[in-house]
């Protein structure tokens, strides 16, 4: 996007270096070299791309809480610390020089290169310069077209993406599903009044009209937290330096299975009678079971966790294995551990509901403040609102589809303006040669095709050239683009035919001002 911008102001520099052709062939007239010259508008130039850069930076600190939001929150590698600090600011500074530099010499160079006689004599016809100023300009063009075509191709790629995640089965059941985060340790409870808490709310939550089940869970999928268990099995080891296999886990209640819309395969889900005086017992997802007991049962074995210590704990079930961290993810070996045998005072209230679960929301508040009004709600949203805000924003896709779309369309605007304003500079500097054409006949259709075919011909080299660089591009990002293949032919199908209209739009106002030259006054000027 910044090599667009900048070849987009190279264009309007070089525009504007022709403008002022008469000014330069008079200062070099008067003794004013060329070198002098040369210097004088680069300096120009560097005085746009400090202004530039200056409000390029205020911009940046109301933008740095965009990117806060954009960015997926989850565990360490995720957390990334926005602060415009001074490496950003040298950054900026080398940027904002070097492009006024790199941009700036070009046309700085065809003004100081002005031929002095036909500029003083107003001669249209015989400019020094004036080709090579044309190639310039239409190599830049084509060169923003291809960039942002680009960038274009990778938005596409992106959203393309993002659809194919949306579209995965997570699991679990994310409709009539309200979530209710406690955390019982911000009022200090002791171990015994925050079991007891947790299991009054379960209680009445579960006795209002339109709940169709309760339970609780330590962690919620996509929420970016988890806890990883070493897991141990009696008798051999599963590791060759015995450290276990380490293993996600959560901390669920009673009907967790039903009221998540999870898929038991076999065995049975956590009962009241699996407290603390009862057997350890554990469910674990269909990888886990595979991993563990490869072509066995996994029903009734026995695992450790945490420590060797540990009591073992029998398998009681083997639910279908989900999605947990990242949609599209492989599938990995999960554990399941109930509520009333381990404890934590975090936890989140699971209320699956007949109807629309907000409906239901403040009586479900209501009941927490009846246990204990000082007590506060950590947060209060649906199933479906955890789903599109946590889940698809720890997804690649997603930050990668908000990001790369918003610099495609910023191109795209720029790559636009760029070519409407060379076509505009075109039609202005071929007024004569334009009325000379009408004079002699030809018809306005002929014009206007004319200059729309001069514009579509530099968008469609640009066109083919990015074509190519995107399928050199694309195949860097498959990592990044989970359920898409690289060369997307609806993406590489689409993007450049949207690309071509809008440069055909861009095109048609020059197009169109090129018929109106009245042939009359542009031979009389001559």
């Known amino acids: 996007m910044l090599l667009v911008a900048c070849a987009n102001v190279a264009n309007l520099l070089l525009s504007r270096a022709s403008s ?70 040298a950054f900026a500074a080398v940027v904002t020089l070097c492009t006024g530099l790199l941009f700036g010499v070009v046309p700085s160079l065809a003004a100081s290169r002005s031929a002095v006689a036909p500029s003083l004599q107003g001669d249209e016809r015989v400019l020094g310069g004036r080709f090579g100023r044309v190639r310039a300009s239409h190599l830049l063009v084509v060169s923003e077209v291809t960039l942002t075509l680009v960038l274009l191709v990778c938005a ?17 059941d994310t409709d009539n599903h309200l979530l209710v985060g406690l955390n019982v340790g911000f009022l200090n409870y002791s171990e015994e009044r925050g079991r007891q808490f947790f299991d009054q709310i379960v209680e009445r939550t579960g006795s209002l009209p339109g709940v169709r089940s309760v339970s609780t869970g330590l962690h919620l999928p996509f929420s970016g937290s988890s806890r990883t268990n070493p897991v141990f099995l009696d008798g051999r080891e599963l590791t060759d330096e015995g450290l276990g296999l380490a293993m996600a886990m959560n901390m669920v209640d009673t009907s967790y299975v039903d009221t998540m819309g999870l898929s038991l395969l076999s065995g049975r889900e956590f009962t009241r009678q699996d407290d603390e005086r009862g057997p350890r017992v554990a469910m674990v997802n269909e990888a886990a079971a595979d991993r563990l007991w490869p072509g066995e049962d996994a029903i009734g074995r026995f695992l450790r966790t945490e420590s060797r210590g540990n009591a073992p704990a029998q398998v009681v079930g083997i639910v279908r294995t989900g999605q947990y961290w990242q949609l599209g993810e492989a599938p990995r070996p999960y554990l399941y551990l109930p509520r009333r045998q381990s404890y934590d005072p975090s936890l989140t209230l699971h209320v699956r509901t007949t109807g629309n679960p907000l409906d239901l929301a403040a009586e479900v508040r209501r009941e927490v403040r009846a246990l204990d009004p000082a007590l506060p709600i950590v947060t209060l949203q649906t199933m479906d609102d955890h789903w599109a805000n946590a889940a698809f924003a720890l997804s690649g896709p997603r930050t990668g589809a908000s990001i790369v779309t918003s610099f495609a369309g910023v191109a795209l605007f720029l790559a636009a303006v760029g070519l409407y304003g060379v076509m505009a500079h075109s039609v202005s500097r071929r007024k004569r040669e334009l009325g000379v054409r009408m004079a002699l006949g030809a018809q306005r259709a002929t014009v206007m095709r004319m200059i729309l075919g001069q514009g579509l011909r530099l968008a469609g080299l640009g066109t083919c050239l990015g074509l190519l660089s995107a399928f050199v591009v ?22 450049p035919v949207l690309l071509l209209g809008i440069s055909a739009a861009a095109c048609y106002f020059p197009a169109r001002r090129a018929t109106r030259v009245d042939p009359m006054e542009t031979l009389r000027h001559e």
């Open 156 to 172: 596409g790629l992106f959203i393309r993406s993002f659809q194919s995640a949306r579209a995965v089965d997570p699991g679990f």
């Open 20 to 89: 002022r052709r008469r000014e330069m062939a008079v200062r070099l007239a008067l003794g004013a070299g060329r070198g002098r010259l040369a210097r004088q508008l680069l300096t120009e130039s560097l005085l746009l791309s400090v202004l530039g850069g200056v409000a390029g930076l205020l911009l940046a600190f109301w933008l740095v809480a965009v990117l806060e939001g954009l960015v997926p929150v989850g565990d360490p590698p995720n957390q990334i610390d926005f602060v415009l600090n001074g490496s950003v600011l």
């Open 474 to 495: 694309t195949r860097l990002l498959g990592s990044a683009l989970p359920g898409v293949e690289t060369l997307d032919v609806p993406t590489f199908a689409v993007v």
